[in-house]
């Protein structure tokens, strides 16, 4: 069975400050990675996926995230974070040989951005 | 606009009673999905539907039932016997040809008491 841990459940940052939200997952299988973002109240929304090829990847709103597949990782990065960045972070992952048919959800990670 | 539409936004319901979230999408998506999210516990697989008239158990179905008639629709129920139900539901749909992310509904929050 696949699993995910976000290892900070509350991340603060300052404004224009840089940012990583670490995502760890256990699979025993090809995996594809997601970084979703969620706003109050709304559904969430895709920032970037790794399917395969390069390890470094580059998603919306200036965000990248890189794959470790040798430490199991995902973290997830930005050099300088806007107040707009304020909302919820959640890191998935899906069995790539079933086509990614399911996701599995980390806990999500709060990112707060203070001027 | 092509999307997934989620209604109503907000619902309120008595315990005991049943009560069906809908989820609509028109992006001719084959797979849709339904989870549960509670605070700190990320996002939970209620049911699955890869196609039309057949649908799959997720990690957390007791309580809940679920139709796929039509390939734009994949309606919820949750049923007097889930619970706790009182979470904010989200409806998912994927394409199975094209891509492997999926997307996103606003989500309905229902509060029963």
């Known amino acids: 069975a696949q699993s995910v841990t976000q290892l900070d459940s509350q991340v603060p940052v300052f404004e224009e400050a840089p940012v990583e939200l670490r995502c760890n997952y256990s699979?025993?299988?090809?995996?594809?990675l997601f970084w979703y973002v969620q706003y109050p109240n709304q559904g969430l929304q895709l920032l970037l996926k790794?399917?395969?090829?390069?390890?470094l990847v580059k998603g919306i709103n200036g965000f990248e995230a890189e794959f470790n597949k040798s430490q199991t990782s995902f973290h997830l990065r930005k050099p300088s974070v806007h107040i707009s960045d304020t909302a919820e972070y959640f890191c998935a992952v899906s069995d790539a040989d079933q086509g990614a048919q399911k996701l599995v959800f980390g806990q999500g990670t709060r990112l707060t951005i203070n001027p | 606009d092509g999307g997934i539409t989620q209604s109503p936004k907000y619902l309120f319901r008595k315990e005991g009673q049943n009560v069906t979230l809908s989820c609509e999408q028109n992006?001719?998506?084959?797979?849709m999905y339904w989870y549960r999210q509670d605070p700190g516990q990320g996002l939970r697989l209620i049911y699955y539907?890869?196609?039309?008239?057949?649908?799959q158990k997720g990690d957390i179905a007791e309580g809940y039932s679920v139709s796929r008639e039509k390939k734009e629709s994949f309606p919820l129920t949750v049923t007097s016997a889930q619970k706790n139900p009182t979470a904010f539901y989200l409806c998912?749909?994927?394409?199975?040809?094209?891509?492997?992310?999926?997307?996103f509904g606003p989500g309905t929050r229902l509060t029963v008491t």
């Open positions: 790794y399917l395969s090829g390069s390890t």
């Open positions: 539907s890869q196609i039309v008239n057949d649908f």
């Open positions: 699979s025993s299988v090809s995996v594809y």
């Open positions: 998912a749909s994927r394409s199975r040809a094209s891509s492997y992310e999926q997307y």
């Open positions: 992006l001719n998506h084959d797979a």
